[in-house]
């Protein structure tokens, strides 16, 4: 939900917890923990006194479509409740993610596929 707030623009702590609800103790140790996995950074803004910000890593935005992609597939197959919606921001039509294969440019999912799993020699 972290990743998905800072996708949408979020980067100061209090606008985390106040989008998230969450205890500040527990946005402490999940905002260092995404600092550590490379998937934010965080930033100085000001000086005095120090304030810092977390923006979105190259890591972190290419998170962007499997977030939309798990989003999608809450809609589809959990439908009721309250779930992010993603908006083209040139004619505001809402967006529906699919994943595609580059090569072919077909749907995943549309064809058996192969899973090689390292290690098993399969």
């Known amino acids: 939900m972290i990743l998905r707030e800072a996708l949408g623009g979020a980067t100061r702590f209090d606008t985390f917890r106040k989008n998230l609800g969450i205890a500040p103790t527990v946005l402490t140790k999940r905002l260092a923990m995404l600092t550590q996995e490379g998937l934010l950074e965080r930033v100085r803004y000001q000086d005095n006194p120090p304030r810092d910000e977390y923006q ?3 890591a972190g935005r290419d998170l962007r479509p499997i977030l939309m992609l798990i989003a999608q597939w809450g809609r589809t197959h959990r439908p009721g409740g309250e779930l992010a919606r993603y908006l083209d921001s040139a004619d505001g039509h809402e967006l529906e993610p699919v994943a595609i ?14 899973v090689v799993v390292p290690g098993t020699g399969q």
Do not use: A, F, K, Y
């Open 56 to 58: 979105l890593t190259e």
């Open 101 to 114: 294969d580059r090569v072919t440019g077909d749907p995943i999912g549309i064809r058996p596929i192969t």
